[in-house]
């Protein structure tokens, strides 16, 4: 029995990674396949998704003056910039607002911080499509016998309004498990050795939670980023219109255009993974275990 070689596979612990690698490679496939297939008509030189003629780039940078490409159509361009601009806004309020709301709630050995948390977390259930009748209910009642947006209440104030009271419970979550983790004497130790509260948040706290607040950010901003319920409830006039709604406005009939917009999606989605990736790097290196130069000798 020393001696017997045991094969992968043959016992019941080892056969499970099988199955959860076949599944997992099923979910890319039905997951990524369509997706794909998207990224590739969008360069397609004619106007089908079904039918190849040929690699073209007239859906992204065409002629200018047929305004059938994302770059040289003006209420394409319109929608990319306004989506960028609700996803920066809500990420630069919803991410400091959840994990202040972390901080404070973890910290709070009362009854009533356990509830506020309790119900933040709650939060994270409510459907998007009730978030957005609920707000566009309470953001039209005064103004029914008006235009939306008469008076500011429709449009971009009211879309990052509605962003933020969907993504904070997210920034919430992911920045109070790491909050969690952390060991409660660490800011007794640093006041002890005469650190303020304020440096002790700084200089303990704030680093260690640092990739936390990071992954909260790619999170809500790539969410904010093509979230279209609650957009689409709140948006004034076409100037307000994100890149998701612009996308499901022009489903009349498929078209490597829409292919494009829907590329641009998934590419900036993508490109906040990196960010979050490369962050995520420099914060170790920042926090991690610092080595022993090696002239030094060792104990």
Not at 17 to 31: E, H, K, T
Not at 157 to 174: D, E, N, S, W
Not at 192 to 198: E, I
Not at 250 to 257: D, E, F, V, W
Request: glycine share 10%; charged share 15%.
């Amino acid at each position: 029995m020393a001696g017997r070689r045991i094969r992968w596979g043959t016992t019941p612990n080892e056969r499970a990674p099988r199955w959860l690698a076949v599944i997992f490679i099923g979910y890319l496939v039905w997951s990524l396949g369509p997706l794909i297939l998207a990224v590739g008509f969008s360069f397609n030189a004619a106007d089908s998704v079904t039918r190849w003629e040929g690699f073209s780039l007239r859906w992204w940078v065409g002629d200018p003056e047929a305004e059938e490409s994302i770059v040289f159509d003006p209420d394409t361009r319109t929608a990319l910039a306004h989506s960028l601009v609700l996803a920066s806004a809500v990420t630069l309020v919803a991410v400091p607002m959840g994990s202040a709301l972390a901080l404070g709630v973890v910290r709070w050995r009362r009854r009533i911080g356990r509830v506020i948390g309790a119900t933040t977390i709650l939060a994270l259930a409510l459907p998007p499509l009730a978030l957005g009748t609920v707000l566009w209910l309470l953001f039209a009642f005064p103004l029914r016998s008006v235009p939306f947006g008469a008076f500011g209440w429709f449009g971009t104030k009211a879309q990052i309004a509605g962003l933020v009271t969907l993504f904070m419970p997210y920034a919430f979550a992911i920045v109070a498990v790491r909050v969690l983790l952390l060991e409660p004497n660490q800011e007794e130790c640093a006041a002890d050795l005469g650190a303020s509260p304020t440096q002790a948040l700084k200089r303990v706290v704030l680093p260690q939670i640092g990739p936390a607040v990071v992954a909260a950010v790619a999170i809500v901003f790539s969410g904010a980023l093509s979230e279209f319920v609650v957009s689409r409830a709140l948006y004034g006039t076409n100037d307000t219109r994100t890149l998701a709604i612009a996308l499901f406005g022009a489903m009349g009939g498929p078209s490597p255009r829409h292919s494009a917009i829907g590329t641009t999606l998934a590419v900036a989605g993508a490109l906040s993974i990196v960010v979050l990736v490369l962050a995520f790097r420099r914060t170790g290196r920042l926090t991690g275990p610092r080595r022993r130069p090696e002239h030094l000798p060792r104990r």
